[in-house]
């Protein structure tokens, strides 16, 4: 009974790689080198959603129904995020990063896989405390026109603003946090002058090169849905992207370590997953 | 045939069922060995100091793509499901399942995948049914099942489901199983040589 299974579940492997390959094929979207394990349930989760029973059938309909295309996607994507997420990040950028941004005289951020925005406006929320955003442009892009759109809108779910205001709280916040939305219903909109200096715009950091050169990029929970050997490209390409000395953000659990370019940067503290370009 | 690693999963009562088990593992257990354990959100992050202090064993929440080493046991980080890909750990915030993130069916289900008739799955006391899938993947594979006696443990719920899904292989108390775990590993391997 178990080398049936185990033959199903090669087979199933094998369907998925299929899939995979098509959907590059037939439309340009490329999740051939995300995490599999990852990948595999969230297909497998698909399938019966759609009550299909196996993987190829999936596919079928994936690559002749054009909304079941765009359910699909959706699905396969992981576009969880919070403002302030893990506030003690925050409370080190204010108190090691802002001290060496505010000797230049202007600062290119880069948030690569900003999501829905909350990163971005959580980070352009703290700027403005420290006085400093009116010389930063933040450049905040994701591979989703999607969560583009809403991250541009600024409107977020009131329910979430207890959370986001401890968050805020905790990573060193002293202003009140509702001066910064105004709640309509069961949302809140963000302040216009909070995105003022903030460019969204779509770009794949599996197929798009670099475009600028900054002094800080944030690339968090964006890579662990990667396997190594794109970890590898995309660290490649962000270190490319960032000028001497210039800072890395990553998610609480991502590491450098197992990465090609563990040593080209330094901690800024023991805790945190903030990193100074030193070579 | 051997194995290449335990995956447990434990809710309510988890603590004190995972430090009866660590404490009593000796150092020489070599299996790595994963651990989801249901918490809150908003839970300290204090557990797995908790635990590496009643533990043989060395025990640390691991990182994105970091490798399995034998060992030393893992513990799931809050707020993340837990899978392991290609020997390393790969993590994950994609929704709750069940309400549960870290959930022990991601856990086991990647581990049942990964390792097939290699893989050793454990539940624990808890007060839901998650991992009861997940065991039914493992056991699927050909690994082995092994589920704390609901008569002892100390919420029922979660070994009842997993008896309930699985013809599991083992039912023991908690205080027994690091014994049986034990010499569980320790005889397939003197079979194998
Ligand atoms: C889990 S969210 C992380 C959001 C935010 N950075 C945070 O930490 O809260 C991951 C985001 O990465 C984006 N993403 C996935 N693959 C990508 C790629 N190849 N290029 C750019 N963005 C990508 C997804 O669309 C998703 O919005």
């Not at chain 2, 980080?77 to 994609?94: K, N």
């Not at chain 2, 049986?180 to 391997?189: A, E, I, Q, R, Y």
């Amino acid at each position: 009974m178990s080398r049936v299974a185990t033959e199903a579940n090669d087979l199933e492997d094998i369907e998925i790689g299929l899939l995979l390959e098509g959907l590059y094929r037939a439309y340009g979207f490329d999740f051939r080198e995300y995490s599999r394990a990852s990948i595999k349930r969230r297909i497998l989760e698909m399938m019966r959603a759609e009550k299909l029973g196996t993987v190829s059938a999936l596919q079928e309909r994936v690559l002749h129904d054009a909304t079941c295309l765009e359910r699909f996607l959706l699905g396969l994507s992981v576009h969880a995020t919070a403002m302030f997420r893990d506030p003690s990040f925050y409370l080190t950028f204010r108190r090691k990063v802002v001290p060496l941004l505010k000797t230049y005289p202007t600062v290119q951020i880069w948030v690569a896989g900003c999501s829905t925005g909350e990163e971005v406006y959580s980070l352009a929320i703290l700027l403005q405390e420290e006085r400093l955003y009116k010389r930063c442009r933040i450049y905040a892009t994701d591979i989703s026109r999607a969560v583009l759109r809403k991250a541009r809108d600024g409107i977020f779910p009131l329910a979430a603003m207890r959370e986001y205001t401890n968050n805020y709280h905790q990573a060193g916040g002293a202003n009140e946090f509702s001066d910064y939305y105004t709640a309509q219903y069961d949302s809140v909109i963000f302040s216009t002058a909070l995105k003022s200096n903030v460019v969204f715009s779509e770009h794949n950091l599996a197929t798009d090169g670099s475009f600028n050169e900054f002094q800080v990029i944030l690339c968090r929970n964006v890579m662990i849905y990667f396997n190594k050997d794109l970890q590898a490209r995309v660290h490649n390409l962000l270190y490319d992207s960032l000028s001497m000395f210039g800072v890395f953000g990553l998610g609480n659990k991502e590491s450098l370590k197992f990465t090609p370019r563990a040593a080209f940067y330094e901690h800024l503290n023991d805790k945190d997953k903030l990193f100074r370009k030193v070579m | 045939m051997s194995f290449e690693i335990i995956v447990v999963g434990a809710s309510t009562g988890g603590l004190k069922a995972l430090q009866v088990l660590l404490s009593e593992l000796p150092v020489e257990f070599s299996l790595p060995m994963v651990i989801v354990q249901h918490r809150g959100k908003d839970m300290e992050t204090g557990l797995c100091e908790f635990l590496a202090r009643s533990s043989r064993l060395p025990v640390r929440e691991p990182e994105d793509k970091e490798t399995l080493l034998p060992g030393q046991a893992y513990l799931a980080p809050r707020d993340y499901h837990l899978m392991i890909q290609s020997g390393s750990f790969a993590l994950s915030t994609e929704s709750p399942v069940g309400f549960a993130r870290p959930s022990i069916d991601v856990l086991f289900e990647s581990a049942a995948n990964e390792y097939q008739d290699r893989a050793i799955g454990l539940i624990l006391t808890g007060a839901n049914h998650d991992g009861a899938r997940g065991l039914a993947a493992i056991k699927a594979q050909g690994g082995l099942t092994v589920v704390e006696d609901p008569a002892t443990a100390t919420c029922r719920e979660m070994p009842d489901a997993a008896i309930n899904l699985t013809k599991v292989d083992w039912i023991l108390p908690l205080s027994e199983m690091a014994a049986g775990l034990h010499k569980l590993t320790n005889s397939t391997k003197r079979y194998e040589s």
